[in-house]
Each structure stands twice: as structure tokens, then as C-alpha cells.
């Protein structure tokens, strides 16, 4: 019999407990043994809920409890997560997790700890929800050097994209049926300012390159200025606008951002829509994969944090080998100024400034509607493409890059 | 110093090989310790190759040799692949393969002879090339419930169907093409016909399921009379053709097959193009995630087999855990004539007929051209829409399921 805590009763707590005890059959029979969720820590209680007599509002209970071999963290936050979870690994107890916020802030040292403790810290439910993305980057693809990986990885603003691109309607009017709805909180700033998508780029960079950079420090730009019509140009010229997590390494040095991009329509992420997550991983050997699929729920999120804990389960007591990662020295990041892109320019400028503005730069699928003057300019830094916008002297409406 | 060996020095072979060499410091990394080819089975010798000195053409020095502990199996073909595999096997190493028709017809076997032989049996590399597949579904989505897999799963005949597709050309002339520049095979029935796919999904059914089919036995529909009317008809309905692997359960019974299939724009698969592979699963706590990329190639493929060679090494000497599976038993098998889905037909018949067609069968999405009555149908099993077709009495053009 193994024992196993969860820490957290709200949406990915209860969905894991849901999980746990609808396939509790298939679990067990990958697991060789019983398996039996022995606490959950909330603050609250659920008088109503099957499991209320397994709730406790104290962690020592189950930090102190030999018995139990294995806890799922599924608070959410840094603190207490982060403490709990490095007062379980500890004890010398394995903990799966789906707190992105933790693991992007505090994974060197978690991952260390555990690895000293001879225990494991697992988080494929950190990323992409239900997606498989850190296990098949961790051992699927483990003969590659990862080149680069872009990912649409937040689920609320891939909606409120997707309905501007399919409706013409404005980000702000989106944004409030996307609140009603359910599918974007009260408080949106996390997700549509890109805190989010920053962390998850944060984890997937470190997988890749095996250096954490730290997510706060992440050229992180959101979806708040995209316009209707921005995104009704996108369209008209063979993309889409997507809000993208990316990563890839420059001259030795890694570069991770978020900000919103055009997707061409021949990249196999232009089709993820609505609340899904779609990533794409480049590798040397393997080429393009991509993984796709629900980025966010309570059971597809469950889904991930119960493949840990079978995971973890089936190896007790060997243990799974858990990544290791360093925390990127300053001058192993590249600094966002210095990436090169393709980006659509938008001037307040008339149609007969092309030859004027084509002095300056690549008018790429050029595109003229009232006093809109649209186009894509070659590859070129940030430093270059301000400056030649200054030069060009027409004022900028919108610039984005392009993926 | 972990000692490999490599049976068979063809495409996925060489780059295996490849692959091992050239990205030897992160595989070394990953697994601990130093990584040697001892060994290349090939019948050939390959004087002008850095790894000629390694080039044996007898079998019994490599299953002999206490000192190799792992081997990777890229022969093809039944035998000796199958025997080598075996023995390899009894004599407690490891081996990794992307032979998909020995995973598919001896699976079962050779899962049940590692176990007992405490070393594992992985076979990543055997259905969709670099795609991380088998993996996924054996630990990231193992607290599922399978409720069905559909696969874009040859890359030759989703280049075929592709071009047709763009082009509106036909069967014919397409695979000549695609003969020409090596993307099919001189001899295409492996592919075209179905069989390759059927053994992929054989492998998938016995993932998802734990019970093999026999590849020979599930139901295989080629592409070869796919005509560039039923392609360009698909087109104007909003679908696309595809040659798809199917696998569900039907009243706890197994079905499996392999047919072209109508799959609507708004299914992720449909805009898996080319020779990439796609791979859609439906699950009963994730919901529906996808898997795609290079469905063949030597790099891809060799990829995916240095993967599993890396995770064998890694977990060496406790091992990796293998799938279990067992046979199927016939009255575990579903009967493809009960598997229920709509259907395009057309039917050569005059415009005026709809009245009277649509007595029989419901006529979703009519459309007419030129003596062909194109329409699709409710919800029928093959038993139901051949009874109602005949009733109806027109002459039949063409019948897709549609997925």
C-alpha cells in the first residue's frame, strides 16, 4: 500500500482526487500495489465531500507521517508551496507538482534537494495542462540538442486571440465574455500580461538547456495592445496573431521571451485555437514535433499530475530520475535586444511614402487601408528596427514580431 | 562504459549511429557513464565508414558477449530480426527496436521473455518515427482511460493524399512522383495498401489496451482507389481525405482498423500534412491531446531508438518497466462490420433522385456534379449503409467513412 498526500483541495486537488479514485483500478494495476490518499491539506473543510475525512489543516501531520511516501502539491503560489515542498523532499518524501510558479522560481534548488534526498520532484502538469511535454523533453527526445521551442501556453489569451481573429472584436470585449464565461479570472493581469506563459517558458528553457532563467526577468510582453485590427491584418496577410512562449539558444546563450507573434498559417501551431495549447520543440535529430492539447482544466491537469505520481509510485522505492538544472549565470542569457526577427511594421504614413519608407527598409506583402501603411521588414534586431522606424520619421502604430 | 550494439547498419541504422556520435556528450551526460558501439550486424561490410572496424556479420559474437548489455534492433522484416531479438533477450540484454512488424506480431512474446529476463523490451521508434508516442501513452497519460486513438500514421500516403489534395491530381500520377523522389517506395503495397499502418495501429491498440491484435487480421482499407474527384468532393465539404488508423472499444471488445477517412477541417488532424505523422488520443481524464512530426526518416527515427537506448542506459542495471500485454482473444475482438460512424457517399444517380434517396438515407451536406450525387450520411454501421445503398438502387461511386 502506498500512501499518498495532496496538498490543495481546489480545481487540480479535487480533479487528482477524482482521478485517483474513478481509475483507481488501472492506477493500481501500474503501480503494483494499493494505492491510498491518505490526507489532503486545505485550509477549508468539505463536510460534503467523499473525502472529508481525509482533510487536514495541518502540514506537520503529514510531513511528520513516515507513512506517506509521496505528495502532490497543488496549491498554487510560492508560499507555503515552495516551503512544503522543501520540507517534504526533506523527509525524504517524492513530490509530483502542477504549481508553475514554484517550480520556475525555485526548481534548481528543489530538484538538488530531492536529488540529495534521493527522492523526486515532477512536474509535468506545470506545462501544457494535460499536455505530455516535459516527460517526452526529458527522455523521448533526450539524444537532441534542443535548437528552439515556441509554444502557445496560455489557454485564456490563445481564446481571446482566437474570437478577435474569428469575430473582429476588440480585446477588451473579448476579454469580458472570456470573464463571464469562466475561461479568464476577475483579475486577469497574470495571464493576458504573460506572467504565465513566462513561467512555463522559464521551465521549458531550463529542460531544454538545463539553465533556470529566472521567469520575472523574461522580456515579457502580453496580448493587452493587440487590436481588432491587428489582427484582421494578420489575417488578411496568412497569419495569425498568437501569444508565444520562446526559447532557443544565441551564440551560446539562452533566449527566452513571450510576446504576442504572427504565426504563418504553414506552422503547425496556427491551427491550436481557443483554450488550447499547442508546442512546438526543434531539435537536431528528431526535426519539428509538436504537442498539443488542453493547457488548463481541473481533469486534464489531474491527468498529468496522476502520470507523476504513477510514475513515482511504480518506481518506490528506486526512485525516478528527476532533470537537473543550474541556474543560468548573467552572462549565459541573451539579451532580448539582440534577437532577430521578422516584424510587421504599421505607420501612420499614406500610400505614397513606399518608395520613401522602401529607402529604409524591406516592404515585405505591403498593405495600405486608411492611413494604415502595414508590411514585414527582412530579419532585424530590436536595436535595428526601432531605428529605422525613427529614420522613416512616419509614426508608429503597431509593431509585432513574427514568428 | 556501457558496450551497444547495433543490429542492422541501413537508414535508421547509420543514423543511430550518427546520432550516438554526434551528440555522444549530452547522450553521456544523460546516461552516467561512458557509451561504446561495440558492434554493427550487417551482411554488408562498409569499408569507407568510420564505424567499419566496428562491422560483424556473425550474430553470435554479439549474444555472446557478456559485456553487451543493450542492443538496438533495425533489421526490418520478420526475420532473422524476430530470432536475434529473442535471443538477445534470454541472454539478459536489453533491446530497443523500430521494427514495427516485430513489435506488432511478436510483441506480446518478446514483453513476457524480457520480463522474465528481468531487461526490457522498448520500441519508441516503431509507430510514428521521432514522434514521442508510446511513451506518453505509457506514462504521461497512464492514469487514462484509452477511449480511442486516430492516426495519420504513413508518411507515403500522406504525402499521396496531400498532393491530391492541392493539386487535384490522381492516385497514379502522384505516386509516380512520390517514387521518384524516394518519398514511396518501387514496390508501394506496404504502404498504400494499408499494412504498414495496420501494424502501427496494432501497436497502439496494444498500448492503449494491453491486448494485441494480429496486424494481418484488422481490417485494411488502402488509399489506391482514392480518386482526385473524392478528394476535390472531400475539399468542397470541408474535410480532407486521410488514411487513418483507428482503434476503440466497442462493448469492452477491441476494434481496430485502417481506412481512408473524411476528417473535418476542425479536427487537429486534419491539418497534418505531407510525410508528417499525426496522432490524436482521446482519453477519459486528459480529454483529446495530439502528437505530431516526422513520421519517418533516418534522423527522426533514430531519434526515437537512441531515446529508448538512452533510457535503458540510464536505468541500467535496474531497468526500464515494459508494457505487459497479452493476445487478444477472438470474442475480445470487434467485428469492423458493427463499428458505427457516417459515411460520404455518391452515388451515380440524376439530381432528381433526392426525394427518393433521402426516403433511405439521410442526405447531409447534398451536392451534385455530373452524374455523381455525393451526400453523408446518418450514423451507420457498414452492415446498415450497404443495405440501404442497395435499397436505394443507384449504382455506387465511392464510400468514405468519415471520422
Redesign the interface.
Known amino acids: 500500500m502506498i500512501h499518498v498526500a495532496l496538498l490543495g483541495f481546489g480545481v487540480v486537488g479535487s480533479g487528482t482526487a477524482e482521478?485517483?479514485t474513478?481509475?483507481k483500478s488501472?492506477?493500481e494495476r501500474?503501480v503494483g500495489q494499493p494505492v491510498s490518499i491518505k490526507y489532503i491539506l486545505d485550509l477549508r473543510d468539505f463536510p460534503d465531500s467523499p473525502f472529508a475525512d481525509r482533510i487536514v489543516h495541518d502540514f506537520n501531520i503529514i510531513v511528520n507521517d513516515p507513512e506517506v511516501s509521496v505528495v502532490a502539491e497543488m496549491m498554487g503560489g510560492s508560499h507555503p508551496a515552495y516551503d512544503f515542498t522543501l520540507a517534504c523532499l526533506k523527509a525524504g518524501k517524492s513530490v509530483v507538482t502542477s504549481n508553475k510558479e514554484v517550480v520556475a522560481n525555485f526548481g534548481t534548488e528543489l530538484l538538488t534537494i530531492a536529488k540529495e534526498n534521493g527522492v523526486s520532484y515532477l512536474f509535468?502538469a506545470s506545462v501544457g495542462g494535460?499536455?505530455?511535454i516535459i516527460?517526452?523533453l526529458r527522455?523521448?527526445?533526450?539524444?537532441?540538442?534542443v535548437t528552439a521551442i515556441s509554444g502557445i501556453l496560455n489557454g485564456t489569451t490563445n481564446y481571446i486571440l482566437t474570437r478577435m481573429d474569428n469575430e473582429g472584436a476588440s480585446f477588451a470585449d473579448v476579454l469580458k465574455d472570456a470573464q463571464r464565461l469562466g475561461y479568464a479570472e476577475a483579475n486577469p493581469a497574470a495571464d493576458v500580461e504573460g506572467l504565465d506563459a513566462a513561467r512555463k517558458i522559464a521551465i521549458l528553457a531550463a529542460m531544454a538547456f538545463g539553465k533556470r532563467l529566472n521567469p520575472n526577468e523574461i522580456l515579457c510582453e502580453g496580448i493587452t495592445s493587440v487590436t481588432a485590427a491587428d489582427s484582421e491584418l494578420a489575417k488578411e496577410m496568412g497569419y495569425a496573431i498568437k501569444l508565444i512562449g520562446y526559447t532557443t539558444r544565441m551564440n551560446g546563450r539562452i533566449l527566452a521571451m513571450v510576446s504576442p507573434r504572427l504565426v504563418s498559417r504553414y506552422n503547425?501551431i496556427?491551427?491550436v485555437n481557443d483554450v488550447n495549447n499547442g508546442i512546438l520543440v526543434n531539435?537536431?535529430?528528431?526535426?519539428?514535433?509538436?504537442?498539443?492539447?488542453?493547457g488548463a482544466?481541473k481533469?486534464?491537469t489531474?491527468?498529468?499530475v496522476?502520470?507523476d505520481?504513477?510514475?513515482v509510485m511504480?518506481?518506490t522505492p528506486?526512485g525516478v530520475?528527476s532533470p537537473v538544472w543550474v541556474d543560468a549565470e548573467p552572462d549565459q542569457i541573451a539579451d532580448p535586444e539582440t534577437y532577430v526577427c521578422r516584424h510587421l511594421v504599421v505607420l501612420d504614413a499614406p500610400k505614397s511614402a513606399e518608395a520613401e519608407i522602401s529607402a529604409h527598409l524591406d516592404l515585405n506583402a505591403p498593405h495600405f487601408t486608411e492611413g494604415r501603411f502595414s508590411f514585414i521588414t527582412e530579419e532585424l534586431s530590436e536595436a535595428e528596427v526601432k531605428a529605422k522606424i525613427a529614420e522613416v520619421g512616419y509614426p508608429l502604430i503597431t509593431r509585432i514580431r513574427v514568428l
Chains 1, 2 share one sequence.
Open positions: 482521478v485517483l474513478q481509475n488501472i492506477i501500474k509535468e494535460g499536455i505530455p516527460r517526452p527522455e523521448d527526445l533526450s539524444s537532441n540538442n503547425p496556427h491551427g531539435a537536431d535529430m528528431v526535426g519539428q514535433v509538436m504537442f498539443y492539447g488542453p482544466g481533469l486534464p489531474a491527468s498529468a496522476a502520470g505520481l504513477i510514475d511504480a518506481h528506486a530520475i
